[in-house]
Nanobody, 115 residues
Framework: QVQLVESGGGLVQPGGSLRLSCAPSGSIFSIYLMGWYRQAPGKQRELVATITVGGPTNYAGSVKGRFTISRDIAKNTVYLQMNSLKPEDTAVYYC?????????WGQGTQVTVSS
């Protein structure tokens, strides 16, 4: 099976930065959108940011101006640069590759923002 491998999570102090990356273990065809979602304890999973293969991006209002999503199409890799992190950003972050046939999800990477 094709898996999405995530990396870059960890523990960071408020105001700090982290960079997440996600890439598939195999070939995925017809990708049209890549994105990041997060789920905090006791909360619903929410959209953080998305980017189409063509380039347009979309951000949750709570992260706009602090997070930046980008992608390397040749490497099938999506990134999430997170700056000015806040305790409320603490969550498990999941990447998603949406294709015409199926959505692929990563296993999640923990991001903890705490002093």
């Amino acid at each position: 099976q094709v898996q999405l491998v995530e990396s870059g999570g960890g523990l960071v102090q408020p105001g700090g930065s982290l960079r997440l990356s996600c890439a598939p273990s195999g070939s995925i065809f017809s990708i049209y959108l890549m994105g990041w979602y997060r789920q905090a304890p006791g909360k619903q999973r929410e959209l953080v940011a998305t980017i189409t293969v063509g380039g347009p991006t979309n951000y949750a209002g709570s992260v706009k101006g602090r997070f930046t999503i980008s992608r390397d199409i040749a490497k099938n890799t999506v990134y999430l640069q997170m700056n000015s992190l806040k305790p409320e950003d603490t969550a498990v972050y999941y990447c998603k590759f949406a294709s015409s046939r199926i959505d692929h999800w990563g296993q999640g990477t923990q991001v903890t923002v705490s002093s």
